[in-house]
């Protein structure tokens, strides 16, 4: 395994994926890694439902420490977890897993493929 020099940001879209939203199917997933240096790296998840009367309906863990956020950010963390990011020669993989500030819990990993 070696460390990530860059981040990661990968974003899922029901409509994307060629399958319905709706309240079981989320509408959107967004993650975000930020990269510490010899420390845990940093990461943001949101998942987005759209319930049946339109409500949007929104998961959030937002673990990035202040000192990994950019120049003037200091927004407080939303939620715990924790990420790894494996990166091979053809791919490279997160896995996250933690909680919302309410304790929804989230897992899940997102495998970015590199171009031939």
């Known amino acids: 395994m070696r460390r990530l020099d860059g981040q990661i940001i990968s974003m899922f879209t029901a409509k994307l994926a060629g399958v319905t939203a709706g309240p079981r199917m989320p509408e959107s997933i967004e993650l975000y890694t930020e990269p510490a240096r010899g420390k845990p790296d940093g990461f943001a998840v949101n998942v987005d439902f759209r319930a049946k009367s339109g409500q949007r309906i929104v998961y959030e863990i937002y673990a990035i420490p202040p000192e990994l956020q950019g120049p003037g ?44």
Request: hydrophobic residues 25%; charged residues 25%.
């Open 73 to 116: 950010r200091t927004e407080p963390p939303k939620g715990r977890g924790s990420v790894t990011i494996q990166q091979g020669e053809a791919s490279t993989t997160v896995t996250f897993g933690g909680a919302t500030k309410d304790g929804v819990e989230m897992e899940g990993s997102v495998t970015c493929v590199k171009p031939r």
